[in-house]
């Protein structure tokens, strides 16, 4: 049985291409820590307080999808 990724199609090379140049720094959405109304905004989304926002995104990074799981872990 093939798996998941054996199925996609040829074309996705030209994508794949693509995710290994970016860098994270390049997402358009990671949490952002450096602004205060970053804060604010991703306070409000996560509905935490700052210290909390800052210590999930210490521990794992500024992908908003992993922020998410670390706040539901606390």
Known sequence: MATVIEQIPARSKYL???FR???????PFNVSTREPAAVEY?????????????????RVGSNPDIVRLELRAF
Request: contains cysteine; charged residues 20%; positive net charge.
């Open 16 to 18: 794949a291409a693509t």
């Open 21 to 27: 140049t970016a860098t994270r720094h390049c997402a």
């Open 42 to 58: 991703w306070c409000r989304h996560f509905d935490t307080s700052p210290q909390r926002l800052l210590e999930a995104v210490r």
